[in-house]
């Protein structure tokens, strides 16, 4: 085995690489290094938590650990959450040949890793997935509205993959680099679902093996599933169906625009004919509701990681209602164009609401919803710059 000279000292490099998402978990992260600890005894192993920043010290945590033991690392992310990013970011941060993922609430029973290990290695697997639904495996005491939701949605996750998995949405799996880095550069990263979307995104069918688990109560802390992680899942879905051709945000955009025109048409038939307003002025009226319903549709769902608040909510409505005003005179004037050129009035309304369509959504990413990484480049270069000016030079007079 070769050894790794490191700060003076040769030590054998990691085997296993337990990639652990947080946000929020702060109560849970020292029980569960303790519980690792007793579980991987003999395997040479490390912890990647992947904090989102959380407001309760998580990664603070994770860092006097790491101070203690050094084979507990932290990566902390700045102005982005999600879990199937931060297990993309911690499996990129390892150079360990294989990487287990896994909850910090530790409903995922850490001592099935060894196990997990030693199969994927003796029968040269891809994947070993830990699942709820094995002959002995367990979903414990999670509610059965849980229950019924996620095997419904493991029905649908035969949408996007062949193969024929017990537990498609677990999030409990040890994977080998090379499986991972087959795959990596067509993950979507989007939702709580890593492990479909690497199914979904192999340029070949993976080898697997499926070990039954209990699932466990939370120990501390809530949990982050909310009303719109159903909605990710749709999204991811729609990705891989869609392929790469089509943005699965166009899609989303598009269809909250289909929605904007029904909005459009029963707020103009309220305004003229219930309350009697003059057919300009509804349609101005019906025009800015829809518009509004758009925005605030789109920030909710299509651009949740990118999700305004505050200032930035209403300075977006102005740039959205801008974005959307130059769209509608793109619109109209394809499509008169296209009219003069062939009079078929449908091909010509198609035409010009496509590329009203495309429009709307190319500019609305650019000024509306800039993602927070691009936003932040001028104001870091900015903060670099101005203090260069600040600093004193050194050798000069």
């Known amino acids: 085995m070769k050894e790794v000279a490191f700060c003076g000292r040769r030590e054998l490099p990691v085997e296993l690489a337990v990639v652990i998402p947080t946000l929020n978990e702060r109560a849970n992260v020292a029980a569960l290094v303790d519980r690792l600890e007793g579980a991987l005894s003999g395997i040479r192993w490390e912890a990647v938590f992947v904090d989102d920043d959380s407001p309760d010290g998580t990664a603070d945590l994770v860092r006097e650990l790491g101070q ?28 360990a040949p294989f990487i287990a993922v896994m909850d910090a609430d530790m409903q995922h029973d850490e001592a099935l890793l060894p196990k ?17 639904y094995g002959a002995s ?128 048409l029963a707020t103009l038939w309220l305004a003229v004919y219930p309350w009697g307003i003059d057919f300009a002025a509804g349609q101005a009226i019906a025009t800015m509701v829809a518009m ?44 008169a164009h296209l009219f003069d050129a062939n009079h078929s009035w449908w091909l010509a309304g198609l035409g010009g609401a496509a590329i009203g369509a495309v429009w709307n959504y190319a500019m609305s990413s650019v000024f509306v919803w800039r993602s927070r990484t691009a936003a932040a480049a001028p104001r870091q270069a900015q903060a670099q710059i101005t203090s260069e000016i600040r600093a004193p030079r050194v050798g000069t007079r």
């Not at 193969?163 to 880095?181: H, K, M, Q, V, Y």
């Open 68 to 95: 203690q033991q050094g084979n507990i690392r932290c990566v902390q992310r700045l102005g982005r959450r999600g879990l199937s990013s931060a297990c993309i970011e911690g499996i990129l941060a390892t150079s």
């Open 116 to 132: 997990m290990l030693a199969t994927i290695k003796e029968r040269q697997l891809d994947v070993v997935i830990g699942t709820r």
């Open 137 to 264: 495996g367990s979903v414990g005491d999670l509610q059965r509205s849980r229950v019924l939701i996620s095997g419904l949605a493991s029905k649908l996750a035969r949408l996007v993959i062949k193969a024929e998995l017990t537990d498609p949405l677990s999030g409990f799996f040890l994977i080998a680099r090379s499986a991972f880095g087959a795959s990596m550069r067509d993950l979507s990263g989007q939702g709580f679902k890593i492990l479909l979307d690497i199914f979904a995104s192999s340029p070949r069918p993976l080898t697997f093996a499926e070990l039954p688990f209990h699932f466990r109560r939370r120990v501390n802390g809530e949990s982050k599933l909310d009303t719109l992680v159903a909605w990710e899942y749709v999204t991811l879905l729609l990705g891989k169906l869609a392929g790469p051709i089509i943005p699965v945000r166009f899609l989303l955009f598009a269809m909250i625009g289909g929605f904007g025109v029904l909005t459009h």
């Open 292 to 335: 509004t319903g758009n925005f605030l549709l789109n920030n909710l769902f299509t651009y949740r990681d990118r999700r305004l608040h505050g200032r930035a909510l209403v300075t977006g409505l102005l740039s959205f209602y801008a974005v959307c005003g130059l769209g509608a005179a793109a619109n109209v004037g394809i499509a």
